[in-house]
């Protein structure tokens, strides 16, 4: 539905009954309606899956169901194969966390420059920050 359809939609409403009308209006629109979202569905970004399954079933357009399912887990398994090759490369070679993670892990540490964990245990999950030193301060 576009903005102009739901204004449309919306005054037949306010002309009908102005009270349903004003209890419509205390709802805010990109809550109930997609054409005041800004292009998300209901606040929710398309999902890296949704992106996933739709370049799997790319040229499966107008097949029979048994030549989707055939195409769909060739593809899949051939993408899970893949990953797991490359899982298996990282860890042979000392990486604890996939390059994203890692590259993630490494710029937060970066911009914490004033606190630091020192201790962690992971069955309690207690840790203990120590608050470092700013040479500004001294």
């Known amino acids: ?3 102009p359809q739901c204004n449309y939609y919306n005054n037949i409403i306010r002309e009908n009954n102005p009270k349903a009308a004003s209890w419509i209006d205390q709802i805010p ?14 606040a929710h970004l398309t999902t890296n899956l949704a992106e ?7 040229k499966t357009r107008n097949l029979p169901i048994s030549s ?3 195409a769909t887990y060739t593809r899949c398994n051939s993408f899970i194969i893949g ?6 490369a990282m860890i042979s070679v000392g990486h604890v966390y996939s390059e994203n993670a890692t590259k993630v892990l490494h710029d937060a540490n ?3 420059n004033t606190h630091r964990v020192v201790e962690f245990d992971r069955n309690t999950t207690r840790f203990r920050v120590e608050e470092m030193v700013n040479p500004r301060e001294i």
Not at 29 to 42: H, I, K, S
Not at 52 to 58: D, E, G, P, Q
Not at 83 to 88: A, L, P, S, V
């Open 1 to 3: 539905m576009t903005e």
């Open 29 to 42: 629109r990109q809550q109930f309606t997609l054409a005041y979202d800004e292009g998300r569905r209901w």
């Open 52 to 58: 996933l399954i739709n370049s799997v079933l790319k």
């Open 68 to 70: 989707i399912v055939l």
């Open 83 to 88: 990953r797991g090759k490359q899982i298996t």
């Open 110 to 112: 970066s911009k914490s």
